[in-house]
């Protein structure tokens, strides 16, 4: 019997079908007052997308497919239907301005398909950043200076496809990594969107991203951290995790609305880094023995002082893997748990699970030591002081610009000073400093106004070292190894301060700075700014980025330190001026 395959007919007729019902809807759309659009081919914004429920959308016959701040394209078969409407005022109400588009069946079709991105995203993907490991090796091959990733970003601009935007979030990453980076920032401004890389302690302007690419750059960011995606009034945060073949790099993103749009900062952690030591932190021999005794002691407080991003944490933990061993319970409390350290019990702060709730739990848990990640307010200074107090050994930080300036913060949040002293054992201070790249540091005279503050510096030293007629000091230059900058690599300058006798007596009869420090200076412990300069003379970093992280005594009032003019090295001057004009 003779069969009729009508597949190829049927299909034509549904072709034909979709192309009338497209011409149809192109010649209504204006008479009915609406901008006629077609999705397909179109890029569907997944925030926009996730604005309107699947649900919704397939029943009304309407989408989201953009959304700028608070304005929502929508496209919609019948705009003037009455339940379309009363659902385009609801949106109305949520605070969206709306353009209505009229479109084609088949446009819808190709819009709702976009929901399984959302639903697979998110039930399956959020939280893991599924990326390419021979991509992101290939790229950082590629990547020797930070000139290179805006070089790739330009090439991978022309690419108009879904492809793009995962390429270039693969090369911010990929850019990160290959010139180690600690932060990555994504700044909306009037002008355009700026992405910076922080390495070394300095943010640095890598590239400027498009307006289209950033829109769907945040939302792949926000999806892949578990933010809400519709949501940019509120800061939120986030972490995820991706695989570059050779360790597992998780991502800190954290998120905050501003006047042009969302900034994004993403810090990258490395899981895998638990190899903390006393060696790494560079300690000067003075302070590295104290510190090695009052780690010895049973109980007491050992607090580490100073801003964001001076390595306190760092310390922390080269302090725990020091005293960590069989027969010791460790018990730490972070926000967030930054690095995995095997053999301790590491908890994170959470909604229910405060510094000051969590710390306290701790203290039923039998623990030898415990590490508080910050002390913040009074209940946590407290609980810290009672359980040093109690038997405890405990590690924590403050935000001080200075190791005296902990003992006022404390008293500043509610702490009795006539209990410190049965329950504080040390306070460090401590910064982080650049070093000087060794392949390319060009050495110099140092003028006179170096030599007088040098000098200066030196006569308060505890243990001064001899400083010639004609000092030699280096500053950076730049070249390959060190991505220009002149610099490579960082390491800490400290101070600290003893809770002995007199310093005790200073603290409870009068705990201002300048009588603190006069206190404690029989301890023999160089200050920061002498440690600072001693690094400086053995050619270890430059007196100009130890003026940009502390405050040096100057001796001519308000006079910042004369850029050096020597003969024997010709630095490019206006590197380093435009290089410090985006320090934060």
Known sequence: MLKFDDNY??????????????????TNAPRLGFEYINLRGLTIDPEALGIIPEQKARALQIVGFNVTQHRLSVATKQPTNPQVQAYLQELQNQQYELTVFMCSTASLSYAWSRYSDITDSTAEKKGVFEI????????MGMIKHKEDVPKIMKSIS?????RRVSETLELIFAGGLAL??????????????????????????VADLENYIYGRLMSRLKLLSGMVLNSKAEAQDGRFTFDIGTREVEVRSSVIPGAIGESIVMRLLDPSLSTFNMDRLQLNPYIEEVMRRELKKPNGLIITTGPTGSGKTTALYAFLQEVHSEGVKIITIENPVEYKLEGIVQTQV?????????????????????MIGEIRDREVAET?????????????????????????????LGIDPRVMGTSINLILGQRLVRLLCQDCKGA?????????????????????????????LYRNIGCEKCGGTGYRGRAGIFEGVIMDDAVEEAVIRDPREHIIVEAAKPQGIPSMVEDGIEKVLKGITSLRELERVIELPYLVAGKPLASPQTTSVAPDEATDVDFFTHVV
């Open 444 to 472: 110099y005279h140092a003028t006179t106004e170096e030599t007088q503050l040098i000098t200066h510096v030196m006569q308060g030293h505890p243990h001064p070292i001899d400083i010639p007629a004609q000092i030699t």
């Open 384 to 412: 810290a002081i009672h359980a040093a107090q109690t038997g405890h050994l405990v590690f924590s930080t403050l935000h001080t610009n200075s190791a005296v300036a902990g003992f006022a913060r404390l008293i500043d």
């Open 132 to 139: 390419s490991v021979n991509d992101i090796n290939r790229l």
């Open 180 to 205: 180690d980076a600690s932060d990555i920032h994504i700044e909306p401004e009037e002008t355009g969107i700026r992405l910076r890389y922080r390495f070394d302690g300095v943010l640095h302007d």
């Open 350 to 370: 959470g909604d229910d699970y405060t510094f000051a709730t969590g710390l306290r739990a701790i203290l039923r848990q039998d623990p030898d030591i415990i």
């Open 158 to 162: 022309t690419i108009n496809n879904t």
């Open 9 to 26: 007919s049927n299909a034509k007729l549904t072709d034909l079908y979709t192309q009338e019902e497209e011409r149809l809807i192109q």
